[in-house]
Structures are given as C-alpha cells and as structure tokens.
C-alpha cells in the first residue's frame, strides 16, 4: 500500500481514500492494481508484460499509451550510480510519466509550485500504478538498496526523456 509524505507539514497518509483525495487535487492518478501474478524470479521482460496485459491493454488503449517497457534495478545492475543520479534529478516530462510496480518499491517526489512551493513523497510498492502528469516537476529515488521492476507506459515510442529543472531542490529531501 502507498504512503504520502509531505515534509513541510509533518504530514503521513496511509489511508487509500485520503491518498485518492490529495491525488485528485493535484491531477495525478494513483491506483491500486492486482499484482499477485506468479513470475519466476528471472521472469523476462516479456513474461512481466504478458502477465499483466490483461490490466494493460485496457489502461493503454484508454490513454492512447503507445508502448511498454519494464525496468528493473536492483544493487547488481550495471551503472547503478548514474542511473540513480538520473532519476534523483528534479526533472519533466513532455508526456505523462506512468509506472505499474510489479516488485521492490520507490518514492516518487513531487515539487508542485502554487501549493506554497510543497514537496511530497509518495513510496510506491508492488501493485501501485502512479501517472504523474506531463509537465510536473518531480524526481525518484530508488531507496537503499534499490530494488524496483516496474512496467513503464509511453505514448511517445522514444521513450524516458526528461527536462530537468537544475533547480537544486531534490538535494534537500530524502524519504
């Protein structure tokens, strides 16, 4: 289950309604889906993709999603530090940033500007779908030790492509 943390009121939820709430109120889709499909702990990228199409197909037809992709990180993968230095980086994107977690877990950090300059965490984990919109500041933090497989959606075919802001802010918070 999700976790909201929002640093500058001292604030923790837990709960899925209030979660829902906070979400709709910045436009950002959270849901909860079925991730109680049995992989083999090596499963291919096609297995995890053929395992949740079921959810998948519907979701992207929907969105006009045009391609999924799993990424997987973990304390053996290669490059790890420039990976983690990539995504810590408060950064946008030109298209919504969407996440189904199959396995592990990570904290997505928002920095929505208008809601007295707010920052909140939100520690996604297995079963969590997080859609942050296009244009939204944010970062994600892989946790320590890292461990994440997550199914990405895109409806630009080029893929994970962000802007970043240099704004500095993401070198102030951790979970």
Not at 66 to 87: M, S, W
Not at 149 to 155: E, M, N, Q, Y
Request: net charge negative; with cysteine.
């Amino acid at each position: 289950m999700a976790t909201l943390r929002i640093p500058g009121k001292n604030m923790t939820l837990h709960d899925h309604s209030a979660l829902r709430q906070f979400f709709d109120m910045q436009d950002i889709v959270h849901e909860r889906w079925s991730a109680d499909r049995d992989l083999p702990s090596r499963a291919t990228d096609e297995q995890v993709l053929a395992a949740y199409d079921y959810l998948l197909k519907p979701f992207m037809n929907k969105g006009g999603y045009q391609t999924a992709d799993v990424i997987r990180v973990d304390g053996h993968t290669p490059n790890l530090e420039g990976i983690r230095e990539k995504f810590t980086r408060e950064h946008t994107h030109s298209e919504d940033e969407v996440r189904i977690f199959v396995e592990g877990q990570g904290f997505f950090w928002f920095h929505m500007e208008g809601l007295d300059d707010d920052v909140f965490a939100l520690l996604c984990e297995r079963g969590d779908l997080i859609s942050v919109p296009a244009n939204t500041k944010h970062w994600f933090d892989l946790g320590d030790p890292p461990k994440v497989c997550a199914i990405r959606l895109f409806t630009d075919q080029a893929g994970w492509i962000p802007q970043y802001t240099n704004s500095g802010i993401d070198q102030r918070y951790r979970w």
